[in-house]
């Protein structure tokens, strides 16, 4: 019956959204506090924040306007967002970790991209993600200390046919499990050193 079909819909969607809720809870949760910079220089932020001066509703398009400044959101900005606003702090980062566009810590020059949506999720991707964190020495939604490679849990990538799969930069990588994906992450970083110009004599 449609109804039916219509609830089934309703229900898996409702799944969906928990467990791309509870991926992005993980991911700030496991955010290490001394990934938090504050050494941002916050007088960039001075016309965004005149921009806005006293136009209602217009926290969402300053901490777009901050993260398209610095890449993410630097701890400063939310004591800036307040004191221009009068909203406090606290709800400002409220705001911040309820949405997933917005980062509150700097990511790395490769992004990659380990999708768990549901037929990823389901050919264990969970192993690819527990793979490269123990390889890279990170967690979910963090940045390795060079600042090379920051690692995520994204919902699906498009191209389920191939679960499980990754995505680092703008290339896409499908049928993995753990060990394939720490061996194209391997080569990847080989490439990279490859690439590094060489230091003139
Ligand atoms: S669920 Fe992973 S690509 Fe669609």
Same mark, same amino acid.
């Not at 910079?37 to 016309?47: F, R, T, Y």
């Not at 964190?133 to 699906?156: I, P």
């Not at 994906?181 to 230091?199: R, S, Y």
């Given at each position: 019956?449609?109804?039916?079909?219509?609830?089934? /819909? %309703?229900?898996?969607?409702? /799944? $969906?959204?928990?467990?791309?809720?509870?991926?992005?809870?993980?991911?700030?949760?496991?955010?290490?506090?001394?990934?938090? =910079?504050?050494?941002?220089?916050? @007088?960039?932020?001075?016309?965004?924040?005149? =921009?806005?001066?006293? =136009?209602?509703?217009?926290?969402?398009? /300053? $901490?777009?306007?901050?993260?398209?400044?610095?890449? #993410? $959101?630097?701890?400063?900005?939310?004591?800036?967002? *307040?004191?221009?606003?009068?909203?406090?702090?606290?709800?400002?980062?409220? %705001?911040?970790?309820?949405?997933?566009? #917005?980062?509150?810590?700097?990511?790395?020059?490769?992004?990659?991209? %380990?999708?768990?949506?549901?037929?990823?999720?389901?050919?264990? +991707?969970? +192993?690819?993600?527990?793979?490269?964190?123990?390889?890279?020495?990170?967690?979910?939604?963090?940045?390795?200390?060079?600042?090379?490679?920051? $690692?995520? *849990? %994204? +919902?699906?990538?498009?191209?389920?046919?191939?679960?499980?799969?990754?995505?680092?930069?703008?290339?896409?990588?499908?049928? /993995?499990?753990?060990? @394939?994906?720490? =061996?194209?992450?391997?080569?990847?970083?080989?490439?990279?050193?490859?690439?590094?110009?060489?230091?003139?004599?």
């Amino acid at each position: 019956m449609l109804s039916d079909r219509i609830a089934t /819909l %309703v229900r898996s969607r409702l /799944l $969906l959204n928990s467990i791309y809720l509870i991926m992005r809870i993980n991911r700030i949760a496991h955010t290490q506090h001394s990934q938090l =910079k504050d050494d941002a220089d916050l @007088s960039l932020m001075k016309p965004l924040l005149i =921009k806005y001066d006293q =136009k209602p509703g217009s926290l969402i398009p /300053l $901490l777009q306007g901050t993260q398209e400044l610095y890449g #993410f $959101l630097p701890s400063g900005a939310f004591k800036a967002i *307040s004191e221009a606003t009068g909203i406090a702090p606290a709800d400002i980062y409220g %705001v911040a970790t309820f949405y997933a566009q #917005f980062r509150l810590s700097p990511v790395g020059k490769n992004i990659i991209k %380990v999708c768990h949506g549901t037929a990823c999720h389901v050919q264990n +991707a969970n +192993a690819i993600t527990d793979a490269l964190k123990d390889h890279l020495g990170v967690n979910d939604g963090e940045t390795t200390a060079d600042g090379e490679f920051t $690692l995520e *849990s %994204v +919902a699906c990538l498009g191209c389920c046919s191939l679960a499980p799969v990754m995505m680092i930069g703008e290339n896409t990588y499908g049928k /993995l499990n753990g060990k @394939s994906a720490v =061996k194209i992450l391997k080569e990847i970083k080989n490439q990279l050193c490859t690439d590094q110009p060489k230091a003139e004599k």
